[in-house]
């Protein structure tokens, strides 16, 4: 199965500062690329996605950059807040499905202290 | 997500025994995905099912575990003679198309194997 390359594995950030979480990609056939946000005991939950035609994509204060050159997108969360503490994966797939579903990356903890 | 209703949310299975995790999606999706996840692990595809069919199967291990979805009724994973490495949380999604806009996830089933 293809790879996607998550960094960092954990990220603490204060109350309103900007954590940036990033993946990269090698299947140029994905063409659909969506955060997943995950707390304790719950499942994923769609956050935000992207598809290649844009380069960016926000939905309230979370944002997606997408870098097709170099196969890379990342996510920013603006004003972060505790509440947005949760395990955060990225993902990709082929033509919005595909016979084997999404490819996700390894995931990224990610604490908001107050 | 909470549409897609998984059961049980918790199950404990000594060496040897069968695990049976039940999968019933949201109403109106006839598509079922399948994805296990090990602790600090992304999640990793197992099996793609339409109502009776098996898409595919390319993540599932060869041996002891098999999957179904009926005409009527919840998707199904068995694990046989389960082992200590099949502790994980078992996650299925489920979508009308199997398109991954449209997917979400239940909120898991996690085998502990003692």
């Known amino acids: 199965q293809q790879q996607v390359k998550q960094s960092p594995q954990s990220l603490i950030v204060q109350k309103g500062g900007i954590p940036i979480i990033n993946c990269a990609y090698e299947?140029?056939?994905?063409?659909?690329f969506p955060w997943y946000q995950q707390f304790p005991g719950k499942g994923p939950a769609l956050l935000i996605a992207?598809?290649?035609?844009?380069s960016e994509k926000k939905e309230g204060r979370f944002t997606i950059s997408f870098n097709k050159s170099a196969k890379q997108f990342s996510l920013h969360i603006m004003d972060s807040q505790p509440g947005d503490s949760a395990t955060y994966f990225c993902?990709?797939?082929?033509?919005?499905?595909?016979?084997?579903?999404?490819?996700f990356g390894k995931g990224t903890h990610l604490i908001i202290q107050p | 997500n909470a549409g897609v209703m998984q059961n049980p949310r918790h199950l404990v299975r000594r060496r040897g025994q069968e695990a049976r995790l039940r999968c019933s999606p949201m109403?109106?999706?006839?598509?079922v995905y399948w994805y296990r996840q090990l602790p600090e692990e992304g999640l990793k595809f197992m099996v793609y099912?339409?109502?009776?069919?098996?898409?595919?199967e390319s993540g599932m291990p060869k041996e002891r575990f098999s999957a179904e979805f009926p005409k009527e009724g919840p998707s199904i994973l068995r694990i046989q003679q389960v082992v200590r490495g099949d502790s994980a949380a078992y996650f299925c999604?489920?979508?009308?198309?199997?398109?991954?806009?449209?997917?979400?996830f239940g909120q898991g089933t996690r085998l502990t194997v003692v």
């Open positions: 992207i598809r290649p035609d844009v």
């Open positions: 099912l339409q109502k009776e069919n098996i898409i595919d």
């Open positions: 109403k109106g999706h006839s598509h």
């Open positions: 993902a990709a797939s082929n033509s919005g499905g595909g016979a084997d579903g999404l490819t």
């Open positions: 999604a489920s979508s009308p198309q199997g398109m991954w806009t449209e997917a979400f």
């Open positions: 299947n140029t056939a994905f063409d659909y």
